[in-house]
């Protein structure tokens, strides 16, 4: 008896494979998504690392905690005196879970709504292609064996451990063991001062950690703009995260409920710190272990990801890959861009991703966002180029929220006016970053968007005063 047959098969339902899944379901294949998340009654959690252990409770924990930070040293100011206040923390940690939850019921949902067959386990390729498909053999619970005409790989990543030093979500943690504290750590170490270490570093600061990041890089926040991560490096400081940059981690060891970590700080000067807790946050590896890639014939590039060309297809016919487990920025939503592109493209349609235009967002407080190339990067390139800088203290929604901290920063060419960048920290920047995107996918100019009406009082006018900045020209600084 044979197996089951699909069109496509999509092995991951995170961001990318979920989305791609449905999109190829639209276009009339037929479609099976297969994930082994599971949830803490061994159910499904569709939805992968961004849903279950990343993005959505990372921002649910973020907003708990500005919340609390809020009632403790803000709303004085605006006349919300608030006494008795304490932390319960097992409700926050509750709620970040609920919310999880809803996500993981919401993609099984769209998968029920768009014929999108799920299969709960892990998927692996059960060996070449045959007259039938590729063979994908399914984990437990599912336990069974389906057929695929065609195969996108969208298996994500894994968070990177130091060498030696493996995850115990104990006293040792990944993102994971990052948002199940049970109880707020007196003194919080975080090797690593990305996305993921100055989250949650956030998160912990703001309910009573002490909080010290432990950064091997003599640059801080070496991807984005100059003078935007000199502006978040200072703000953050204030705040009271210790960062520590130029550190070469040595010995890690740990006692019962502690750990010791030894270091060779930037001047060369050997260092000693215990701390309750650990977060590790140096990166994130391909997940490709026991996808079958061997019996299948799939080629890995010598890291471990998935070897694609620019359209995502791999070495094998009918197999393509997407998302974190191929070359390009470690994002949901350019996994997302990617899993729609490779559906049209099955489909005969031309699905493109602009890898140029992708979005990039830290959600610490204040948010840091940008799009494009950075001050440094056209520099290092030879582009001639205009930029222009509005401050959020100038901005009177700024003000009526209490938060005017950072700035719009806008990067032009300097003979076309063409936008080559745009760079905000401050209140809301994930949301003001979109109308950047959109501008320069239409290759707009500076002085298209400081010729547009914005809304009055708005964060986005801080948007158009930077680009009215470009040519010297800002109405409100």
């Known amino acids: 008896m044979s197996n089951k047959q699909f069109d496509v098969v999509v092995i991951g339902a995170g961001p990318g494979g979920y989305i791609a899944a449905i999109r190829a379901a639209q276009l009339g294949f037929s479609v099976a998504c297969i994930d082994e998340w599971s949830n803490a009654k061994g159910g499904p959690a569709p939805g992968g690392t961004c849903t279950n252990v990343g993005c959505i409770p990372s921002k649910a924990l973020l907003q708990s905690s500005e919340h609390y930070e809020h009632a403790g040293h803000a709303f004085a100011e605006h006349g919300i005196d608030v006494a008795g206040l304490s932390l319960n923390l097992g409700q926050m940690i509750k709620r970040k879970d609920t919310v999880v939850k809803q996500n993981n019921d919401g993609i099984l949902f769209l998968f029920k709504k768009n014929k999108v067959t799920f299969f709960h386990g892990r998927g692996a390729f059960a060996g070449a292609a045959g007259a039938e498909g590729y063979p994908i053999a399914i984990s437990a619970p599912s336990n069974e064996t389906i057929n695929a005409k065609q195969v996108i790989i969208a298996t994500g990543s894994n968070a990177r451990a130091l060498p030696g030093t493996p995850f115990d979500e104990k006293l040792i943690l990944s993102n994971t063991g990052a948002l199940a504290i049970e109880s707020v750590p007196a003194n919080l170490g975080v090797i690593g001062a990305g996305v993921i270490g100055l989250e949650m ?198 003000r009526a929220l209490g938060d005017t901290s950072g700035m719009v920063k806008f990067l032009a060419d300097a003979a076309t006016d063409e936008i080559l960048g745009v760079h905000i920290i401050g209140p809301m920047a994930s949301e003001l970053i979109s109308e950047a995107v959109v501008a320069m996918e239409f290759k707009a100019s500076a002085e298209d968007i400081a010729r547009i009406c914005h809304a009055h009082p708005s964060l986005s006018e801080a948007t158009k005063e930077a680009a009215l900045a470009v040519d010297k020209r800002t109405l409100n600084f």
């Open 201 to 398: 570093g956030s998160v912990w600061r703001r309910l009573g950690s002490k909080v010290t990041v432990l950064e091997g890089l003599p640059t801080f926040l070496g991807a984005v703009d100059e003078q935007i991560a000199k502006e978040a490096h200072k703000l953050f400081t204030k705040q009271g995260l210790s960062i520590n940059l130029g550190c070469k981690i040595g010995a890690i060891t740990t006692g019962d409920n502690n750990v010791k970590v030894e270091y060779t700080d930037a001047k060369g000067e050997a260092q000693s710190v215990v701390f309750d807790k650990l977060i590790v946050s140096i990166g994130r590896t391909p997940n490709t272990n026991g996808l079958g890639a061997d019996v299948a014939g799939l080629a890995l590039d010598e890291r471990g990801f998935v070897a694609v060309d620019d359209d995502c297809k791999t070495n094998l016919p009918g197999v393509w890959a997407i998302g974190d487990v191929v070359r390009g920025p470690m994002l949901a939503h350019k996994a997302e861009e990617e899993g729609v592109a490779v559906a049209e493209r099955m489909a005969g349609q031309h699905g493109h991703t602009n890898f140029n235009t992708i979005p990039w967002v830290i959600y610490t407080s204040p948010e840091i966002a940008w799009v494009g190339r950075t001050e440094q990067q056209l520099k290092a390139d030879g582009v001639a180029y205009k930029a222009g800088t509005f401050p959020f203290l100038a901005n009177g929604r700024a």
